[in-house]
């Protein structure tokens, strides 16, 4: 069975800092996704970055970028230059191919200092 | 063009009573997925609708719980009768058929 591990329960970032939020996960497969979702204090979950597991290129999204290690099953999230709309709850999560369920990592709750 | 949207946003209820939760997918979205966080634990899938079929019912965690999709549009999770354990936020999530689900705001539950 797939596992997503996010092991820091909490992180904290200045204003303006970078900020890296870790994830590993457990798959025999060879083709999947992964995603980071963002769940800001009023609760809507966001979807922030995408990587599809064949692509070796990183995907980045504005001031986001991933660093997706294949072979060592790691998937963390930059966040450059962080803003206070930045805090919030970060979940990692592992999806085996289009309309199946996601695995979700138990979540890392970062804070942003001004 | 409107997101997931999920009806109530909060719920309290007595243990032994009945919660029906609902869920609008985006508009067109064949699947939609339900899912449950309890606090401080993993967000944990309970079932997979696609169109008004149960693609997936894996995650659901006993007979308590009946999910419907009558019609393949909105979809209702029912509680019957509702435990302590049952407590917690249900995410609904739809996807037009590609890898990227979109996620509702949540209905917290809190049973009592």
């Known amino acids: 069975a797939q596992t997503v591990t996010q092991s820091q329960p909490e992180m904290s970032v200045q204003e303006a800092e970078t900020v890296t939020l870790s994830c590993t996960y457990d798959t025999s497969e060879s083709d999947y996704y992964l995603f980071w979702y963002k769940q800001p204090p009023s609760r809507q979950m966001i979807l922030v970055i995408r990587q599809e597991a064949y692509k070796q290129q990183n995907a980045t999204e504005n001031r986001f970028s991933v660093n997706f290690q294949k072979a060592a099953k790691s998937f963390s999230l930059k966040i450059s230059d962080s803003q206070l709309g930045d805090a919030a709850m970060y979940f990692c999560a592992y999806l085996p191919g289009a309309n199946s369920k996601l695995t979700f990592g138990k979540g890392i709750t970062l804070s942003v200092r001004p | 063009e409107a997101g997931v949207t999920q009806f109530p946003s909060h719920s309290v209820i007595e243990k032994g009573q009945t919660v029906t939760l609902r869920c609008d997918p985006i508009?067109?979205?064949?699947?939609l997925y339900w899912y449950r966080r309890v606090m401080g634990k993993e967000i944990k899938f309970l079932l997979h609708?696609?169109?008004?079929?149960?693609?997936?019912e894996s995650g659901m965690p006993n007979n308590r719980f009946l999910a419907e999709r009558t019609g393949g549009t909105y979809s209702t999770l029912k509680v019957q009768p509702a435990e302590l354990e049952d407590s917690g936020v249900y995410f609904c999530a739809s996807s037009g058929g590609t890898d990227t689900q979109y996620f509702g705001p949540g209905t917290r539950l809190t049973v009592l």
């Open positions: 508009s067109g979205h064949d699947n």
């Open positions: 609708f696609v169109k008004e079929s149960k693609q997936d």
